[in-house]
C-alpha cells in the first residue's frame, strides 16, 4: 500500500514521543531501525504487536536495532499504554498524521464490512546510512520480531 520502497532514502521524522519530546530519524543514524505503524493503542493486534517487540528487545539491541512505533494516539495515550505492558522503546504520537502521511500508510480500511481511512499496520527496517532496507506490508503481529529477523 506504501508507495516507499527499498532503497530509498527513509523520509524524515520531525515529531514527539509519549513524552512529548523531540524525535528524529536521525538521532538514530548509525543504527538499524524498526519504524513500525499501527493504528491504536491497548487494541487486542497493537498490543499483540508491542509485546512481541517488548519480549525480543534485548534480541533486537544485541543485533543493532532500535524500535519505535507510530500511530495517532497522544502521548497521554502512549504514556499509559507502555506503562501497562512495560514497553521499552518511544512511541511516535502523530496526532497531525505528518510522519503517516509522510510514510503513506493512511490508507483506506475495511473492516466488518465498512469503509474508513486509517492507518494500515506496516513495518518500515531503515539501515544505519538512513536507507529503507524493508517494507513490511503482511505484518503477523505475533511473530513482529521473526519477521524482521527473517530474510525474504
Not at 493504528?39 to 519505535?68: H, M, Q, S, W
Given at each position: 500500500m506504501?508507495s516507499?520502497?527499498?532503497?530509498?532514502?527513509?523520509?524524515?521524522i520531525?515529531?514527539?514521543?509519549?513524552?512529548?519530546?523531540?524525535?528524529?530519524?536521525?538521532?538514530?543514524k548509525?543504527?538499524?531501525?524498526v519504524?513500525?505503524?499501527?493504528?491504536?493503542?491497548?487494541?487486542?493486534?497493537?498490543?499483540?504487536?508491542a509485546?512481541?517487540?517488548?519480549?525480543?528487545?534485548?534480541?533486537l539491541r544485541?543485533?543493532?536495532?532500535?524500535?519505535i512505533?507510530?500511530?495517532?494516539?497522544?502521548?497521554?495515550?502512549?504514556?499509559?499504554?507502555?506503562?501497562?505492558?512495560?514497553?521499552?522503546?518511544?512511541?511516535?504520537?502523530?496526532?497531525?498524521?505528518?510522519?503517516?502521511?509522510?510514510?503513506?500508510v493512511?490508507h483506506l480500511?475495511?473492516?466488518?464490512?465498512?469503509?474508513?481511512?486509517?492507518?494500515?499496520r506496516?513495518?518500515?527496517?531503515?539501515?544505519?546510512?538512513?536507507?529503507?532496507e524493508?517494507?513490511?506490508?503482511k505484518?503477523?503481529?505475533?511473530?513482529?520480531?521473526?519477521?524482521i529477523?527473517?530474510?525474504?
Amino acid at each position: 500500500m506504501t508507495s516507499l520502497v527499498p532503497g530509498q532514502k527513509a523520509p524524515a521524522i520531525n515529531a514527539i514521543d509519549q513524552n512529548g519530546e523531540k524525535i528524529t530519524l536521525a538521532q538514530f543514524k548509525g543504527k538499524k531501525v524498526v519504524l513500525y505503524f499501527y493504528p491504536a493503542d491497548d487494541t487486542p493486534t497493537c498490543t499483540k504487536e508491542a509485546c512481541n517487540f517488548r519480549d525480543n528487545f534485548a534480541l533486537l539491541r544485541r543485533k543493532g536495532y532500535v524500535v519505535i512505533g507510530v500511530s495517532m494516539d497522544p502521548p497521554k495515550k502512549h504514556q499509559k499504554f507502555i506503562t501497562k505492558y512495560d514497553l521499552p522503546f518511544p512511541l511516535i504520537a502523530d496526532e497531525d498524521r505528518k510522519v503517516i502521511d509522510t510514510y503513506d500508510v493512511w490508507h483506506l480500511k475495511k473492516f466488518m464490512g465498512r469503509e474508513f481511512m486509517g492507518i494500515v499496520r506496516t513495518t518500515f527496517v531503515i539501515n544505519e546510512k538512513g536507507i529503507i532496507e524493508r517494507v513490511i506490508e503482511k505484518v503477523d503481529s505475533a511473530n513482529a520480531t521473526a519477521q524482521i529477523l527473517t530474510p525474504e
